[in-house]
């Protein structure tokens, strides 16, 4: 079946460094590609998306970047925080109800 | 401004027992989902509806159904729980279906024992 490959699970950084986190679909028809932040015990909420038709994404710390051709995604935060720790979710969707999530990068970023 | 609720945050229940979580928008989507969250699964598609009465079935219905009698309502219930659906329910709405925003409610963390 269709899946979204993230890596990696976890990510520490020290404050003040960049963090990436990689997804990897499999549906080449996926045409919209969401980002969420899991902050613990609360909900997950989106922090960007890109849609195929874009190759970067910027957000004030936070960019996302599409390769197509590779069929992969990846989100990058720059000058990391304290605040920045919680889990980060990736997602492809072809158009459809159909959301594919990857599993999750739980990242800390050590003050 | 709190846009999708869930009924309980917590919930204990035997197995066996018939289990209802509900969720509320306020948004006016037409779409609500219901996912299950589990350590390094991410998030699983149980249910999808896209109107009043109308369903889906997403990746794992089994155990599961759901009920939309009203827009902004969309109920999960098991009809016998089971331990293997302790887990943490998270229920979601969004305007158009794949080229927008999902909202998700709070969770609820279900313990059947």
């Known amino acids: 079946g269709e899946n979204v490959e993230q890596h990696p699970s976890t990510l520490s950084v020290q404050e003040g460094d960049s963090a990436v986190i990689k997804c990897t679909y499999s549906?080449?028809?996926?045409?919209?590609f969401p980002w969420y932040k899991q902050e613990l015990g609360k909900r997950p909420q989106l922090i960007i998306d890109i849609r195929s038709n874009v190759g970067e994404k910027k957000d004030q710390r936070i960019a996302v970047t599409l390769n197509k051709t590779a069929k992969h995604f990846s989100l990058h935060i720059t000058e990391t925080q304290p605040e920045d720790s919680a889990v980060y979710f990736c997602?492809?969707?072809?158009?459809?109800?159909?959301?594919?999530f990857g599993t999750g990068t739980r990242l800390k970023v050590l003050a | 401004d709190v846009k999708v609720t869930q009924s309980s945050r917590y919930l204990v229940k035997r197995t066996g027992e018939k289990v209802f979580l509900e969720c509320v928008q306020d948004m006016d989507h037409e779409n609500m989902f219901w996912y299950r969250q589990d350590p390094g699964l991410g998030l699983r598609l149980i249910y999808f509806?896209?109107?009043?009465?109308?369903?889906e079935k997403g990746d794992i219905p089994e155990g599961y159904s759901v009920s939309r009698e009203k827009k902004e309502r969309f109920s999960l219930i098991l009809e016998s729980a089971s331990t293997n659906q302790t887990s943490m329910y998270l229920c979601a709405s969004e305007r158009l279906a794949g080229v927008s925003e999902q909202y998700f409610g709070p969770g609820t963390r279900l313990t059947v024992t």
């Open positions: 997602a492809a969707n072809t158009g459809t109800y159909k959301y594919i």
């Open positions: 549906d080449s028809a996926s045409n919209y």
């Open positions: 509806s896209y109107d009043v009465k109308m369903k």
